[in-house]
């Protein structure tokens, strides 16, 4: 099924002949239309607006197979009208049509929470102008609006740009840029944010908010997607209208990363900040709570959200408090068989004052790290240890070298995810100068990071 915004009555965008030949169909956009071109070339589809604004002969239609294309068009091309956009959602309601036009009235102002929607990157919200095949970023609210027009039912939607970068190349200096805009919207008393993000760091991100944003009143929905918006499978428009529910309506205060819960347009899955991961270069439900539940199930299209645990704090009941800042020497490293102790001893050298390992199994190295992490430990810089099974929890106490390893000076990571991890570790030694006290507090639940039990179903299996 593919479901088409608001559509304007008219013919927005069309100029030229484009324009004479589909006034003259009586056609407006959102109606399903049939062009034939002169050299007996058919296109059927739904009549899209254009963004364009060079005139330029071409009509752009959604076809059945969800694909939006430019076609080009002359004095021989004719247009006509198969169904009315009215048509198509009368259809709609039987549940028979694939495709759905929404009715084209606008909300009224004023009458919903406010959402403020920040951009730093990633496809979320830009949009393809089909004659050129450029992609244009689309990030004012009238943008938005525009690309997906359900969200204007749910909030009052403004929007700001604060960066435009790849996802891998975010940064602690820019987790502080973001924390910093996220904090003022919240002190002008807006309801909820909505962070739009590349998705392959977007859980580094997450976990960054959740540290410092400290007695969080609303929602923080970080929201990306997987696949572009001109692709018949897009999840963009189904995440982002999750994740403005969230931000409008959900009852926790939190920081969360909202995406496709399954691979089917059914629900998304609001997962906390600093347990979730990506599991998968490109389905759609490639994002997963780990040794943890998901915060919620949304429902976009029924404006539902179901608790699936007890959020750490609900909507209003706290002030924001700030503590920005991320230590930038700090490091994140995967063991492997055979790795050189110098790795270690290089950091040391180099001034960096915490380094997570993701170790083997329960949380191993090989013992030839033994006596560099012994130096780390005199020198004062603060060793973590995760799992590369990123199910299941730390424990350095079951085998010798483990034992060896907590003699060593290495602190548990319990079951936090070696991300969430090193996010965790930044920011602690950012705010204190002392050794010990950044020790402990890496073993202390700040964010929800760390759960004291699981239970078996949390592994997940897919296909859902």
């Known amino acids: 099924m593919v479901i088409l915004g608001r559509m304007n009555l008219g013919l927005e965008g069309y100029t030229g002949i484009a324009r004479r030949l589909l006034e003259n169909a009586g056609a407006k956009i959102g109606d ?19 963004y364009s604004i060079v005139s330029r002969p071409i009509i752009v239609v959604k076809l059945d197979n969800g694909y939006n294309v430019g076609v080009k068009i002359d004095e021989n091309t004719a247009v006509e009208v198969i169904k009315t956009k009215e048509a198509l959602l009368e259809e709609a309601k039987q549940g028979a049509p694939a495709v759905i036009p929404l009715l084209e009235e606008k909300p009224t102002p004023g009458k919903r929470p406010k959402v403020t929607i920040l951009g730093t990157g990633g496809t979320i919200a830009s949009r393809i102008e089909y004659e050129t095949g450029a992609v244009k970023p689309a990030f004012s609210a009238r943008d938005i609006l525009d690309a997906v027009p359900e969200v204007g039912f749910i909030a009052d939607i403004d929007a700001e740009v604060v960066m435009n970068i790849l996802s891998e190349n975010m940064n602690p200096m820019l987790w502080e840029k973001i924390v910093n805009v996220v904090a003022e919207k919240i002190e002008e008393g807006i309801d909820g944010i909505v962070i739009a993000h590349g998705t392959d760091t977007m859980a580094y991100t997450a976990a960054a908010l959740s540290f410092a944003l400290r007695g ?48 089917s347009d059914t629900y998304a899955l609001a997962h906390r900040g600093t347990k979730v991961r990506k599991m998968h270069t490109s389905r759609r439900d490639a994002f997963q709570s780990i040794n943890a539940r998901p915060l919620a199930k949304v429902y976009p299209f029924e404006r539902k959200i179901e608790l699936l645990r007890p959020p750490l704090r609900r909507r209003g009941e706290e002030e924001l408090s700030v503590a920005n800042g991320f230590e930038k020497k700090v490091a994140l490293i995967k063991y492997y068989p055979g790795m050189d102790p110098e790795i270690i001893d290089f950091l040391i050298d180099r001034g960096y004052r915490g380094i997570v390992l993701e170790g083997t199994g329960l949380g191993h190295v090989g013992e030839q790290l033994l006596e560099s992490l012994k130096r780390a430990y005199e020198n004062e810089v603060v060793v973590v240890m995760t799992s590369q099974t990123l199910f299941g929890r730390v424990n350095m106490n079951v085998y010798i070298t483990g034992r060896k390893l907590l003699a060593a000076g290495v602190v548990p990571g319990d079951d936090m995810l070696p991300e969430t991890a090193f996010v965790k570790l930044s920011w602690i030694l950012a705010h204190t100068d002392s050794f010990e006290e950044a020790r402990r507090l890496v073993r202390e639940n700040l964010a929800g990071e760390i759960e004291y039990r699981h239970t078996i179903d949390l592994y997940p299996r897919w296909p859902h």
């Open 32 to 50: 399903y239309i049939r062009i034939r071109r002169g050299d007996g070339r058919e296109f059927k589809g739904v009549l899209m607006p254009r």
């Open 216 to 263: 969080l009143p609303v929602p923080v929905a970080l929201v990306g997607a997987q696949r572009s918006s001109d692709r018949p499978s897009s999840d963009a428009a189904f995440n982002l209208i999750s994740a403005v529910l969230v931000a409008a309506q959900a009852p926790f205060a939190e920081v969360t990363v909202v995406m496709h819960g399954t691979i």
